[in-house]
C-alpha cells in the first residue's frame, strides 16, 4: 500500500464542514451516551481505496470510535465481504457515515477501474498513467487512488514537470524553440514532455533534444510508427481517447506509457453500505 497523501485530514475538515454545517439535525434524535456497532459491505467486485480518509472522518467526529479492518488499501473484494467494523457512540458513526462512505466509495472506483487498465496491458512492458483530469480538492486522493489499482502518477500538477502543448509551441513559436527554453528554464531533475501530433513534429521534437515525447490522438498504426521512428531515443506515451477495449493494442504498439483520463475524470463510485449491528 502507498503512503497516504499529507492532505488527508484537510480533506476530511472541508467535507464535514460541508455536510454538517451547523450540526446534524437527524443525529440529535439519538441520546447522546447511545453506543453502538456497525460493518461496512461491499456489493460489488472492487479494489479497495479510501482507508485513512474514512477512519479521519470518525477521528474527527469522536475519537472513541475504533475502527477494525479486514482488508487493506489495494486490495481485491468480492460482493458482501465486510470491509471492517466500528464500535462508538452511535451520533458521530450516523452522522459521519455518508462522509466516510463518500470517500471510500470514490476511491475504490478509481482504484478498481485502474486495476483494470493495468490487468489489461498485462505482459507489455507500458505504464497506466493518470492525468490532471481530477475533481478540483481531491487531486492527491485520487492519485493515491490509482497507485493502490497499480498505476503510475503523472505530474502532480503544474510545479511539478513541464509538458509543453501545442498553445505553448504556437506561444513560443516553434517546438524546437519550446523545448530548449524547457531546457534552459528547467530546474535540475525537473521532467519535460512536449505533445505532438503528427511523425513530422515528432522528428522535430526529437532533433531538439526531447526525451520524453506525448502522442496526441495517434492511431495504432502511427503509434508503431513512432516507435519505430524513435528507436529507444526518447520515452513515449500515447493519449487521447484510450478506452479498456483499445488499450491492450495500444500498448502492444511498444509505446513506454498510456495516460488515461478517465481514471480520474469520470471514476465508478463502488457500491458500498454501512449497517448498524447491535445498539444496546
Known amino acids: ?163 509543453i502543448k501545442e498553445n505553448h509551441i504556437l506561444a513560443a513559436g516553434s517546438i524546437g524553440a519550446a523545448v530548449q527554453n524547457a531546457f534552459t528554464l528547467a530546474a535540475a531533475g525537473t521532467p519535460v514532455e512536449i505533445e505532438v501530433e503528427t511523425l513530422e513534429q515528432l522528428r522535430q521534437a526529437l532533433a531538439a533534444g526531447a526525451q520524453r515525447l506525448l502522442l496526441d490522438n495517434f492511431d495504432v498504426a502511427g503509434l508503431r510508427a513512432a516507435v519505430r521512428e524513435t528507436g529507444g531515443r526518447a520515452r513515449l506515451e500515447a493519449s487521447g481517447g484510450v478506452t479498456l477495449q483499445s488499450v491492450r493494442v495500444i500498448a502492444e504498439t511498444g509505446v513506454d506509457d498510456i495516460s488515461v483520463g478517465s481514471l480520474t475524470k469520470s471514476p465508478h463510485s463502488i457500491d458500498l453500505s454501512m449497517r448498524f449491528d447491535a445498539v444496546p
Not at 450540526?23 to 479494489?47: K, M, Q, W, Y
Not at 470510535?65 to 481485491?76: C, E, F, K, L, R
Not at 470491509?83 to 451520533?91: D, E, I, K, V
Open 1 to 163: 500500500m502507498p503512503p497516504a497523501p499529507s492532505d488527508v485530514a484537510e480533506d476530511v475538515r472541508r467535507a464535514l464542514r460541508e455536510d454538517l454545517g451547523a450540526g446534524d439535525l437527524t443525529a440529535a434524535l439519538i441520546r447522546p451516551e447511545t453506543l453502538a456497532t456497525a460493518h461496512v459491505i461491499s456489493r460489488e467486485p472492487a479494489v479497495l481505496c479510501g482507508a485513512p480518509w474514512f477512519e479521519e472522518v470518525f477521528q474527527q467526529l469522536d475519537a472513541r470510535i475504533q475502527v477494525s479492518w479486514t482488508a487493506t488499501d489495494g486490495d481485491p473484494v468480492e460482493p458482501n465481504q465486510v470491509l471492517c467494523q466500528l464500535h462508538g457512540p452511535a451520533r458521530p458513526l450516523l452522522s459521519g457515515e455518508r462522509t466516510a462512505l463518500n470517500f471510500l466509495q470514490l476511491l475504490s472506483g478509481t482504484a478498481t477501474l485502474t486495476r483494470r487498465y493495468v490487468d489489461a496491458v498485462g505482459t507489455t512492458s507500458a505504464r497506466i498513467l493518470d492525468t490532471r483530469k481530477t475533481i478540483p480538492g481531491l487531486r492527491n486522493a485520487q492519485k493515491y487512488a490509482v497507485r493502490c489499482g497499480g498505476g503510475s502518477n503523472h505530474r502532480m500538477g503544474l510545479h511539478d514537470a513541464i509538458l
